[in-house]
Each structure stands twice: as structure tokens, then as C-alpha cells.
């Protein structure tokens, strides 16, 4: 059983360009969230899909956005690269009858550098 | 806003010693707390969970113990080994369903010396 895959792992983009992450969920997971990890930091939540919609959204501007699709998999696209968007981008699939803390399953990252 | 913080970022021990993480946290509307492994290059890994209405819970070599008259939490791993070394980080996760999202501290570094 797959667990939750990630790509690119590393890319490197240069300022006010775009990317796009992509995310497969852990077979059964129904609900994606995305998180930027910058170094030597924790994880920041930038949002949640699921059923196809943004369900949750923390404190990012609107150059950060997402889509669900059908299958549950998940894209993160950043518009207009900044400096400081440099980090680690994390996706966390979980199912939305999930209770305790071991429901949640995160990927290995992309790796996102901005020169 | 509200938020997850470690006392120590780095954590250095000789390995067959018991370590232990602190993490203060500030939110007491959390319904689970959540301890993390990070090794380099890699997503956080799942430890050991706490429920808000629990002191303490044990697994295999690690146990968290949860004060909320204070608002700390700890990680307790018992002969600690050179594969523990690693980043950890406490969570907090708000809310009990699959629509939980995760405030995550700053992280302690765990050094284990052989």
C-alpha cells in the first residue's frame, strides 16, 4: 500500500514564476492538506481540500492555491515566486472520519528553491 | 494567534540515556497533541498521540505525558538509540475529524552520540 507520494522532490524556480506540487493521498484518505515547512522551522498549514474544495485555509495570500480532483489527488500551485517561498512543501492526507493523531500521513516533500 | 512552542532546540545525549522533549502549548481547545519524527530529507513521521482528557500514554520506548494545568507536554524516549536522532516536533491538532488541521512548534533537535 502506497502511502502519500509527492512530486516533484526538488525543483528550483526562479522569482515571480510558477510552480505546481503535486500530491497522491494514502490509499482510503479521502481529504488532503498542504504545508510549507521553511528551515530549521515547523510546519505552517496553508490549506485543506476536500471533496473537491477548499474546506480550510491558513494565514497565506491568495498566490498560493490548490485543487482537488476526483480521485482525491491533490496540485498546490504558487503564482509569482518570492525569495522567501524557498521551503519545504509537505502534503498530509488523512480521512475525514479520522480521529486521533496516527490518522494523518504525510508525504516525503518537494523541495522548493527560489533564486 | 495561538500557537505550539519547544523549551530546547537541540538535545544531545549519549545513547542507552532516556531523553526527554518539552513543548508548551497554548491552545487548550486542542483535542489531540501529537508528537512527530523528522529525519533529514524526510516528512514527519507519526510517534505517539495524546488526547486532551489523558495525563499520559505509552508506546513502545516512548511515552508523552500531557499537564494542561500548565500547558506542557513532553516526549519521553526510553534508551535512546543513534537511529532517534532526529528533529521532533509536537502538534497540536485542532478538531476531531478528518477536518483537523496541525500548529506545529519550531522543533528539538535530538543528537544521540554512540
Known amino acids: 500500500d502506497a502511502g502519500v507520494t509527492q512530486s516533484p522532490t526538488h525543483l528550483i524556480k526562479t522569482r515571480g514564476q510558477q510552480v505546481t506540487l503535486r500530491c497522491s493521498p494514502k490509499s482510503g484518505h479521502d481529504t488532503v492538506s498542504w504545508y510549507q515547512q521553511a528551515l530549521g522551522q515547523g510546519p505552517q498549514f496553508i490549506f485543506q481540500?476536500?471533496?473537491?474544495?477548499?474546506?480550510q485555509r491558513g494565514n497565506f495570500p491568495d498566490r498560493f492555491s490548490g485543487h482537488q480532483f476526483p480521485n482525491y489527488s491533490s496540485e498546490l500551485n504558487v503564482n509569482a515566486l518570492l525569495l522567501g517561498d524557498s521551503a519545504l512543501y509537505l502534503c498530509?492526507?488523512?480521512?475525514?472520519?479520522?480521529?486521533?493523531?496516527?490518522?494523518?500521513?504525510f508525504g516525503e516533500g518537494s523541495w522548493l528553491t527560489v533564486v | 494567534g495561538e500557537s505550539v512552542g519547544l523549551h530546547l532546540p537541540t538535545l544531545s545525549v549519549q545513547e542507552g540515556d532516556n531523553s526527554i522533549i518539552n513543548c508548551a502549548y497554548s491552545?487548550?481547545?486542542?483535542?489531540?497533541f501529537i508528537w512527530y519524527k523528522q529525519e533529514s530529507g524526510k516528512g514527519p513521521q507519526f510517534i505517539i498521540d495524546?488526547?486532551?482528557?489523558?495525563d499520559k500514554r505509552q508506546g513502545q520506548r516512548v511515552t508523552v505525558l500531557l499537564n494542561k494545568t500548565v500547558k506542557h507536554l513532553s516526549l519521553q524516549i526510553a534508551a535512546t538509540q543513534p537511529g532517534d536522532s532526529a528533529v521532533y516536533f509536537c502538534a497540536e491538532k485542532m478538531g476531531n475529524s478528518g477536518y483537523s488541521t496541525l500548529t506545529f512548534g519550531k522543533g528539538t533537535m535530538l543528537l544521540v552520540s554512540p
Open positions: 498530509a492526507s488523512s480521512w475525514i472520519g479520522g480521529l486521533s493523531g496516527n490518522t494523518i500521513y
Open positions: 481540500y476536500y471533496e473537491e474544495e477548499e474546506r
Open positions: 491552545n487548550s481547545a486542542s483535542d489531540y
Open positions: 495524546i488526547r486532551s482528557n489523558m
